[in-house]
């Protein structure tokens, strides 16, 4: 990360704790930290250039939502044909995320994680059965290996944190002194 300015910094540590719930976020933002609108956008926009930033994602609380059927569904897929898969299974609707990870043999084949969020079991099941359908279907893969591994507790989700808002305080009440 480039050298930041104060308020940089508190435009970062701001930022980490998520967009406030409003209709124009980076004004309330802006406010907070004095800085206008357009400013917050052109930093954003800048860091975005430069790489500093490279993606602004959501973090949704499934459960909050109705969603109580959740399942990382993880499959087999032969190396040669893992980013074509992958690719496919991610433009499906009802996948909300999908990425490959190594596998450890001999105990763990699967090498492409997805995760599909449901009401109930069965109709998360069914989404599978689709989408194993369409493997075989589209990528010639009949009955590929795959498990479906159903959440069975929950874990505080929140993004990745590099300022902590309260350490930029602290500096702000140091300096003031």
């Not at 450890?104 to 997805?114: E, I, M, S, T, V």
């Not at 689709?130 to 069975?152: I, K, T, Y």
Request: charged share 20%.
């Amino acid at each position: 990360m480039a050298e930041l300015s104060a308020q940089e910094m508190e435009l970062v540590a701001v930022l980490q704790a998520g967009l406030p719930l409003v209709s124009r976020p980076y004004a309330a933002i802006g406010a907070r930290i004095g800085m206008s609108e357009k400013e917050v956008i052109e930093h954003l926009a800048n860091w975005q250039t430069d790489g500093t930033i490279r993606r602004m994602g959501v973090i949704v609380r499934h459960h909050e939502l109705g969603y109580r059927a959740n399942a990382m569904v993880v499959w087999n897929i032969p190396d040669e044909q893992v980013q074509e898969v992958g690719r496919l299974l991610g433009e499906q609707s009802v996948v909300t995320l999908c990425y490959q990870r190594p596998r450890h043999l001999p105990d763990w084949p699967y090498n492409l994680f997805c995760m599909i969020h449901g009401q109930d079991r069965e109709v998360v099941l069914g989404h599978v059965k689709m989408l194993a359908g369409l493997l075989s279907e589209q990528c010639g893969l009949p009955d590929v290996e795959h498990n479906v591994l159903f959440s069975r507790r929950r874990f505080k989700q929140r993004g990745a944190r590099s300022i902590e808002e309260k350490s930029v305080i602290s500096q702000q009440i140091a300096g003031s002194c």
